[in-house]
């Protein structure tokens, strides 16, 4: 192993090998390495909570919840990351089969590491707040992430992330704009990255304007706008039939050296101009004498048709 990979045979090669398994969906095979190699390796619980993280990847519960209860009998104590690792399989399948089950099933788990003495930490909440995210309850992710204060945890970059990204999805981007100043004021920065997962979500909901005062934000951080990102607000000014909006963005790129290159974008059908319809003679609405008198006129016509119209004298 040593002359082929590189690796020396100890646990913290053990622990590599078994946790670059586990991330790519063999925690079957990691699991017979660690048993295969337990009489000179003797696993530890990291090591454990890694193959229990890797079945809990691979979607497979049962068999997490069958290697956790074995740590259980060996003596082992399974820690947060392991319970956390169930808890996100667990709403994985919930959302997966039954969204409705999530509420329930989540709190058998909780229930669980309570029982077992495992405190939760800011990761479970994530968890947590991400699936619920995932199926839309924004509302109930935000009752949450205010309830995160009584278990002594305090959320980190990921929690404000996928909270902005949801209220922002949700519509809800007065609030939106609310936790990005609190994740501020919490002392996390946001990179460029984030702020175009921003302004492409307020893109896709057909916040344009909105999307320009995050725009403006992202600048004001210090975030220098790339490619992608002038490329995506010029097309969707473009799509609205703006042009000098988007003429006004293609020259802000170009000052700042980014080279965005022209193209083709095409106006949505609602935003285009809609021809002058020519007027349409509406029929007036005949009132009764008028009706009466074309009624008579009529029955002359028909009356005077059946004379006998005198013939023309001829001249000698």
């Not at 495992?118 to 990761?123: I, L, N, T």
């Not at 285009?272 to 008579?296: F, G, S």
Request: aromatic share 8%.
């Amino acid at each position: 192993m040593e002359s082929e990979y590189g690796f020396k045979r100890d646990k913290n090669s053990l622990r590599l090998v078994v946790e670059k398994m586990c991330e790519n969906g063999y925690a079957s095979y990691a699991e017979k390495l660690v048993k295969n190699s337990a009489n000179e390796i003797f696993p530890d619980e990291k090591i454990c909570d890694l193959l229990i993280r890797g079945w809990c990847v691979d979607g497979k519960l049962d068999e997490a919840k069958r290697l956790a209860g074995e740590m259980y009998r060996g003596g082992f104590e399974i820690g947060a990351t392991a319970y956390n690792a169930i808890l996100d399989c667990v709403c994985k399948l919930c959302r997966k089969k039954d969204p409705f089950r999530i509420d329930s099933e989540v709190e058998k788990v909780l229930v669980e590491m309570d029982h077992n003495g495992v405190p939760r930490d800011v990761e479970t909440f994530n968890v947590m707040i991400s699936n619920l995210c995932k199926i839309r309850r924004t509302k109930d992710a935000m009752k949450l992430f205010n309830r995160i204060g009584e278990w002594g945890c305090y959320p980190n970059e990921t929690t404000f992330l996928v909270l902005i990204k949801s209220l922002y999805q949700a519509a809800r981007v007065g609030e939106g704009d609310e936790m990005i100043d609190k994740m501020k004021s919490a002392g996390y920065a946001i990179d460029k990255k984030a702020y175009y997962e921003f302004l492409k979500i307020l893109c896709g909901i057909e916040r344009v304007e909105h999307a320009m005062s995050v725009f403006k934000k992202m600048k004001a951080d210090g975030c220098k706008p790339g490619i992608k990102t002038y490329d995506l607000l010029m097309g969707k000014w473009f799509a609205h039939n703006r042009v000098d909006k988007a003429n006004a963005l293609f020259n802000e790129a170009t000052r700042n050296g980014v080279e965005v290159t022209p193209k083709e974008y095409r106006v949505e059908q609602r935003y285009l101009k809609k021809p002058n319809a020519v007027e349409k003679k509406v029929k007036k609405r005949e009132t009764l004498p008028e009706k009466m008198a074309r009624k008579r006129r009529r029955l002359k016509q028909i009356r005077l048709s059946f004379v006998k119209k005198p013939k023309k004298m001829s001249m000698r």
